[in-house]
Every structure is written in structure tokens, then in C-alpha cells.
């Protein structure tokens, strides 16, 4: 398990980086009672209703400190994991970290369903090691977002312009194979690949990509 968040406050979440200080999460995750090996912490979710075949991007930003001077260093400041219901989707390990040397990062994953409804979506922090609050050791975390594919851009081409008649073409072929994208209307009954898409992916088309 974890302590809670202890706070969110003003952090520079990628330290010589371009974003500036914003408010954050700020965790100190790890072991209560020490288990050799065992990764334990918390889980930050959100259920969120996701549609069938479209693709999404999952990011945050993370850092890992050691607070306090004079403590030395900690194996693993922390080990970040993105993950949607039981699978988890990407993970970076801040690693070695000691006072003066923080570390930061980027994590992304992309995130296919392939049946709509809700998911539960979200981060875990772990550390194989015992909280020791005289060091420090924490985790922050920002920006995390959740962002939608433009559905029109069947190919996910990404040389402009990005809608073509390519997409039409992706668009014919998943229809054909089933794949849950092609339900662009989100309906239940069956069939439910129907006429009805190709008009639903057709004002998509027209609607563009913002």
C-alpha cells in the first residue's frame, strides 16, 4: 500500500523542461511492512465510457525526488504504470534517485477497446521499498489526459491532409472484417454494422479533424 496524497502544490513537473510550475499530485509511495521484491502502491482511476474501435491516447507527466540532504540515495523512486482495467499498457521506473538528482519523465500508451462501455482507466506508483519519510522519496504527477483519435482519419495517417480517400478505403475494410470501429453510430441492435455507419462516418468525414 501507499500513503495518500499529501498534497497538491505548485511543482515544476519536468524540472529544465518547457512546462513550468503547475499544481501537482505529490505521493510517497511504497511498502508499509518490507516484502522482498514486492512492487506496492497506489492507484490513481477514473471509470470512463469508452467507445468500440476508437483509438485513444493515455499520457501524464511524472517526476521522482529525494527531498531531504544528507540521506543518500534510493534504489527506486518509483515505478509508473499506465493501465486500463487489467491491462497495463505502459510503464517507465524512475530509478536511482539521491537529493539534487530528481528525475523526470513522459509516459504515454495508446489504447484500442475493443467493445464500448465503461473502462476504468488510470496510473499506478510502486516502489519495492519501505516508505521512509526522512528521505523524502516522492512521486508527483501532472497532465495526465485521456485524448481521442480524430475517428474520421480511419489510416491514422498523419501527412496533411490527413482525410483522404484512403480513409475511406480503412473505413470499407474494417467494416467488412467486423471490427468494432466500424460502428461509427455506436448502436446496439443487431446488426449493428449497418447503413447507418457509412452515413455516420460520412458527416464525420465532412465534420474534419480539429
Known amino acids: 500500500m501507499a500513503r495518500p496524497s499529501l498534497s497538491v502544490a505548485p511543482f515544476d513537473i519536468d524540472g529544465p523542461g518547457p512546462l ?10 511504497g511498502q508499509v511492512t518490507h516484502e522482498a521484491l514486492s512492487q506496492q502502491g497506489i492507484e490513481l482511476a477514473q471509470t470512463l465510457t469508452l467507445g468500440a474501435g476508437v483509438r485513444y491516447t493515455i499520457s501524464l507527466n511524472w517526476a521522482a525526488i529525494q527531498a531531504n540532504i544528507g540521506t543518500g540515495y534510493n534504489a527506486e523512486g518509483g515505478v509508473f504504470t499506465l493501465f486500463a482495467d487489467s491491462t497495463d499498457l505502459a510503464m517507465q521506473a524512475a530509478g536511482s534517485i539521491s537529493y539534487g538528482t530528481p528525475h523526470y519523465g513522459f509516459l504515454t500508451a495508446p489504447y484500442t477497446p475493443t467493445s464500448g462501455g465503461a473502462r476504468r482507466v488510470g496510473i499506478r506508483i510502486t516502489r519495492p521499498f519501505t516508505i521512509i519519510s526522512t528521505t523524502g522519496t516522492a512521486q ?8 481521442a483519435a480524430c475517428y474520421a482519419n480511419c489510416d491514422a495517417s498523419t501527412t496533411p491532409p490527413i482525410l483522404n480517400i484512403n480513409d475511406f478505403i480503412c473505413f470499407l475494410n474494417r467494416f467488412a472484417a467486423g471490427d468494432p470501429y466500424a460502428n461509427c453510430d455506436g448502436s446496439t441492435t443487431p446488426p449493428v454494422l449497418n447503413v447507418l455507419d457509412f452515413t455516420c462516418f460520412l458527416n464525420r468525414f465532412a465534420a474534419g479533424c480539429s
Open 140 to 147: 508527483w504527477v501532472d497532465n495526465a489526459a485521456i485524448v
Open 20 to 29: 513550468g510550475t503547475s499544481l501537482a499530485a505529490y505521493f510517497q509511495a
